[in-house]
Antibody
Framework: QVHLQESGPGLVKPSETLSLNCVVS?????????WGWVRQPPGKGLQWIGT???????YYNPSLNSRVHISVDTSKNHVSLTLTSVTAADTAVYYC???????????????WGQGTLVTVSS | SFELTQPPSVSVSPGQTARITCSGD??????TSWYQQKPGQAPVLVIF???ERPSGIPERFSGSVSGTTVTLTISGVEAEDEADFYC??????????FGGGTKVTVL
């Protein structure tokens, strides 16, 4: 049973960097799977942030591409998210995800963390 | 990238059939997945690769494709099916997109 647990500060100041960590249990992160992040602003829909595959192939939402970085640490079995120059528009619940699929076009998110709320405010 | 369009809301009586559509020009060439999200909870995958059901998902959930529109059908709707539903697709460049979501209300 795969379990994803997000952690990080719940409050970040505008223009600063948001950093979140996701510990994965029940599955090796070094396997051939897609790991990523999705966010959901309060009362709004889901937004894909990005995905990393095999530790060194990363895909990002074009609207966030210049500010986002996702990495995996196979020694700690965790996935990290960094989002720079945040604004109030980045306030959201952030979910850590594991995708299924044999290639880029067949991907679906089969596991989700419980989510962590990050508020951007001074 | 591409866009996916869903109706904001669908209402259905218990025992009836709910159909939720997701439209997009890219859909004839890409697979679609569906997620159910109840208030305060993380989404749950209910359909992947257009029509496949993950283990543990009731058979009343099914998916189909017709041209640029994919449809999630919930047959014999139950009160517990009331939730937000999101379609999602991904392209060969690695971009993943969600639809805007549909709120299903069980009357």
């Amino acid at each position: 049973q795969v379990h994803l647990q997000e952690s990080g500060p719940g409050l970040v100041k505008p223009s600063e960097t948001l950093s979140l960590n996701c510990v994965v249990s029940g599955h090796s992160i070094s396997s051939d799977f897609y790991w990523g992040w999705v966010r959901q602003p309060p009362g709004k829909g889901l937004q894909w942030i990005g995905t990393v595959y095999n530790s060194d192939n990363a895909y990002y939402n074009p609207s966030l591409n210049s500010r986002v970085h996702i990495s995996v640490d196979t020694s700690k079995n965790h996935v990290s998210l960094t989002l720079t120059s945040v604004t109030a528009a980045d306030t959201a619940v952030y979910y850590c995800t594991k995708e299924r699929g044999t290639n880029l076009a067949t991907r679906a998110i089969e596991n989700w963390g419980q989510g962590t709320l990050v508020t951007v405010s001074s | 990238s591409f866009e996916l369009t869903q109706p904001p809301s669908v209402s259905v009586s218990p025992g009836q059939t709910a159909r939720i559509t997701c439209s997009g020009d890219a859909l004839p060439n890409q697979f679609t997945s569906w997620y159910q999200q109840k208030p305060g909870q993380a989404p749950v995958l209910v359909i992947f690769k257009d029509s496949e059901r993950p283990s543990g998902i009731p058979e009343r959930f099914s998916g189909s494709v017709s041209g640029t529109t994919v449809t999630l059908t919930i047959s014999g709707v139950e009160a517990e099916d009331e939730a937000d539903f999101y379609c999602q697709s991904a392209d060969t460049r690695g971009i993943l997109v969600f639809g805007g979501g549909t709120k299903v209300t069980v009357l």
